[in-house]
């Protein structure tokens, strides 16, 4: 997987659990320190997570560090995400905030309605 596209693939991650919090990228860059327009540049790929960074928007969105990278294939010519990480990033690219708020609720409800079968 190229940088690129390693980039990309971390902005969707951090775009779909902004959006699943109610996070605005405003509110998001205030609390780790950088422009709003610098979320927008990590959420589309065009810029790279620091760690530093990285680690200030866990902290802030109670999320693991680990939930970023986990399941994103780096080495080359592999390419493919997870399924989990998958849905994530295209969670996080449907433009109307109620849909992804009303799917988000629905995947935990089916979440815990099979934790308790």
């Known amino acids: 997987m190229k940088d690129q596209e390693l980039n990309l693939a971390i902005g969707q991650r951090l775009r779909s659990v902004r959006t699943a919090r109610g996070i605005t990228q405003s509110e998001l860059a205030a609390h780790i320190g950088v422009a709003f327009q610098q979320v927008q ?40 995400e997870d399924e989990a990480a998958y849905l994530t990033g ?7 905030e109620k849909i992804r708020r009303n799917l988000t609720k629905l995947i ?10």
């Open 108 to 117: 935990h409800s089916l979440t815990i309605a099979d934790a308790a079968s």
């Open 41 to 80: 540049k990590y959420e589309n790929g065009i810029n790279r997570l620091s760690i530093a960074v990285m680690l200030r928007l866990c902290s802030f969105m109670k999320v693991d560090a680990g939930w970023f990278v986990s399941g994103i294939e780096t080495e080359a010519g592999a390419g493919v």
């Open 90 to 96: 295209k969670i996080g690219c449907i433009s109307d």
